[in-house]
């Protein structure tokens, strides 16, 4: 086994179209004990948020919506499928969405995240992000609710400049 680091692979983003519907509803349900519906993510395009899917070798590999609000952008999902987590995905799709938001206008960069997701709290906070707040009960569990935290990056002129 080899401890050198894998060539960094070539992925693109394309704007998500209505037949990737069904491919990003599955995937959120394998994700998430409580997914996004394909309705949700419909309604999403169909509200104009900028909804993107993310692909390696023509596979796709991850999705995310974002939500402009004047200055502001709001990431409302973003996921890697579980076979390709742990290799810097995610890292490209935050900074792909940190990229667009940027261009169209916002200074910050909001999102909620469950305080179990362990890898998620640790991408945002090696990215940058910064704990603003806590929703009380804002996601669902088997069990009741569970908490947000509510997160916020400051985005900086150059932040059009990050690598994809």
């Not at 899917?53 to 952008?73: H, K, P, T």
């Not at 569990?141 to 994809?164: F, N, Q, Y």
Request: hydrophobic share 40%; net charge negative; aromatic share 8%.
């Amino acid at each position: 086994m080899s401890d050198a680091k894998a060539a960094p692979v070539e992925v693109s983003f394309e704007p998500m179209q209505r037949e990737d519907l069904e491919w990003v509803a599955s995937q959120d349900k394998v994700l998430y004990p409580f997914p996004w519906t394909t309705g949700n993510f419909a309604d999403s395009m169909e509200a104009g948020y900028s909804c993107w899917r993310m692909s390696e070798g023509g596979v796709s590999v991850g999705y995310a919506v974002l939500m402009m609000v004047i200055d502001e952008a709001h990431i409302l999902n973003i996921s890697v499928t579980r076979a390709c987590q742990g290799r810097g995905l995610g890292r490209r799709l935050l900074d792909h969405l940190a990229r667009l938001a940027w261009q169209a206008g916002a200074r910050q960069l909001l999102l909620e995240v469950r305080p179990s997701n362990a890898a998620a709290l640790a991408l945002y906070e090696k990215r940058g992000f910064a704990v603003i707040g806590r929703r009380k009960g804002y996601y669902p569990t088997p069990g009741g609710r569970e908490d947000a935290i509510v997160m916020r990056l400051t985005l900086e002129d150059g932040t059009d400049d990050a690598t994809a």
